[in-house]
């Protein structure tokens, strides 16, 4: 069966892989990026995800996934194409459509023969069907086309491991005979499918991620009342956790959550809401308390410091969580802002963020990827992410090499008695 991909990033990178890793042999990932695909080519991953690179090195030398920018000869024979290119936040909150309109437009002048186009981006109720219309109108061929939505539910830095086990595969389908096609496709993957029709599939893929994010931000204004009141999150998630209809993840108080993915898409639902006529206080309550949390802690700080002119301040983690190198709504470039508007000379670290870093700040600030080296001399540290480096980080070292030992931990990667027993002014989230 072949199976053409579109879109090279975290979603079609990632499927295209595993589906050759699970016994696909005819794979082709398409993007317009050249440099990307000769990167690919050559045995390289265009992103940092684990294990990626290996599966990659591997299906490609037996022959299994090939990638290319001629999207034609991909697509005019594959049986199935997906659909994995970015839908990112317009202005007004609303889903862009436009990489996806682009690619059917490619679809329908390219095929010639019966193909099932499936939609793994995430688009608004409706998308699957409109653009399964726009295809049938501009076909070049006389074929039958058919849409189905299969939304995706990896996470970054875990994309592999996620989508080779999966919690469940989600198919919106109109036909049997897309239905079965999805089916023979994940058959090898062993994992729950979940068939429904298309809107809904539309609208699992938005509820799950809308109500990570409401669970998120409902902690964390959990955790800026413990503050108030003198109690402690880590303590009161851990208490909740054991009720199993609450469960233990996605408790973790912090200084908000970032991503290509929780930011636009509880926009995209609430716009989509407002639009129908309907608002969801729910989802706006999120993104409100998302917002205000992603710049809780250096208001703290401009509280206690008199100002920043001139200061060196540390921070620790650009990434919008670890184990990836992306920076998309990462909390860290909100708060970088913060603190070059008001005149400090941020120093930042990150395992492997900088290079991403590099492209919004340019010279404005310093790069390192040594946490002794950013530390050093600072007057004040603000950790955005918890990489296991900086958790494992001797935090003595606060002690011994910043000029004033000045913390505020938006991730809570240390333990309060710890950083007390230093001598270290430590604040933290919710604790
Ligand atoms: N990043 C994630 O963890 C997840 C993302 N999603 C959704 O999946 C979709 C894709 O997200 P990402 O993989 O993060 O996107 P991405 O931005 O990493 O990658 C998109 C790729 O599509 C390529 N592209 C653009 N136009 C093209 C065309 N006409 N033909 C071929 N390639 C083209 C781009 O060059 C880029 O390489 C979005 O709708 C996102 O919301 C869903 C679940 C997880
Ligand atoms: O649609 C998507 O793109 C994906 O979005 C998220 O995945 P991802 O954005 O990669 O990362 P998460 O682990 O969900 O973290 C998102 C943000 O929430 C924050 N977070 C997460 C968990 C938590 O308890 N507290 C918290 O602040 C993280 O620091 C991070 O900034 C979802 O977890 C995936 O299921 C979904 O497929």
Redesign the pocket.
Known sequence: MKIAI?????????TGVCLAEVGHDNVVC????EN?VELMKSGKS??YEADLEELMKKNYSIGRIDYT?D?QSAYKDAEIIMI?????ERKDGS?NLD??K??AK?IASSITKDTLVVI????PIGTNQDIEKYIRKNLKNNVKVEVASN??????GT?VKDTLNASRIVIGVESLWAQEMLEKVYKPFNQPIVATNRNSAEMI?YAS?DFLALKISFMNDIANLCEIVGANIEDVALGMSYDERIGSKFLKAGIGYG???FP??TKALHWLSTHNGYELKTIKAAIEVNECQKLRLVRKASRLVESFEGMKVAVLGLTFKPGTD?L?EAPSITNIEYLVDRGANVIAYDPVGIENTKKIFKENIKYTTSIDEAIKDAEACFIMTEWKEIINYDVINYKEKMKKALIFDGRNCYKIEDMKNLGIEYYSIGR
């Open positions: 579109a879109g090279t990033g975290y979603v079609g990178l990632v398409v993007d317009i990026d990307k265009p992103i920018v999207y994995a290119v970015g839908t990112p889903a990489y996806i682009k690619v490619q793994k981006s995430t688009v939304p995706e539910f990896l996470s970054q994309a893929k991620n991503g290509s993915c636009k898409d992306d998309r």
